[in-house]
């Protein structure tokens, strides 16, 4: 994710009145704390798998969002802590076609159970989730991406998880994917969505096989 691209497109749609904007009450030194919410991005995802990918002091937490309340066919939600950043995007509309051997040779194959996607070579994760609305082949689409993998191309690529940021990145795709397909409250939920499996985003071995 290049650096600030999920915030400036937040930030572009909030000018026509339909996001919205969260920070913790009054300005914070730098040196601050940062306090992480239990919940982040209008509550659809869990805090805890932002932390290891911001700051752990600077100045107050950033939330941009746009189409979360409800789940429409595009949303955004971008998190900014001491110039870091980290956020995702998902698009769905149903009645297209996305065959996995097509969308794979877009980038390094990767999986998340019956998810599967690629990391884009900026360094974002792109995952494709089985998510039936109209037909089978629907499919709920998620990118995310985190500023502290970039610089880091070889190691997201290859999904190295020794690199403990690389990790941490590939458990917040995880987390963004499982959350989004399991819906919730004014939300759909993905067919099968619970059992799309704990852990990371990991590579598509039986993609690299072929």
Request: aromatic fraction near 8%.
């Amino acid at each position: 994710m290049k650096r600030g691209r999920i915030l400036v497109i937040a930030a572009a749609v909030l000018l026509i009145g339909a996001g919205t904007w969260w920070g913790l009450a009054g300005p914070l030194a730098d040196d601050e704390s940062i306090k992480i919410p239990e919940r982040v991005c209008g509550d659809r995802i869990p805090g805890e798998s932002v932390v290891p990918l911001l700051p752990a002091k600077g100045k107050q937490l950033q939330e941009d969002t746009y189409e979360l309340e409800v789940m429409r066919s595009y949303g955004v939600c971008s998190l900014e802590v001491g110039g870091e950043e980290v956020g995702f995007e998902f698009h769905y509309i149903p009645g297209a076609t996305y065959s996995r051997d097509r969308v794979q040779r877009e980038g390094t194959p990767v999986s998340l159970g019956a998810a599967y996607g690629y990391v884009v070579s900026s360094g974002d994760i792109r995952l494709y989730v089985p998510c039936r609305w109209r037909k089978e082949t629907d499919r709920l689409i998620v990118t995310t991406g985190a500023s502290v993998v970039e610089g880091k191309g070889a190691a997201v690529r290859k999904l190295d998880v020794s690199d403990k940021e690389v990790r941490a990145f590939a458990e917040f795709a995880a987390d963004v994917t499982r959350s989004l397909a399991r819906g919730g409250k004014n939300w759909h939920t993905c067919p099968g969505a619970d059992r799309l499996p704990d852990g990371p985003v990991t590579l598509d071995r039986r993609s690299r096989k072929k």
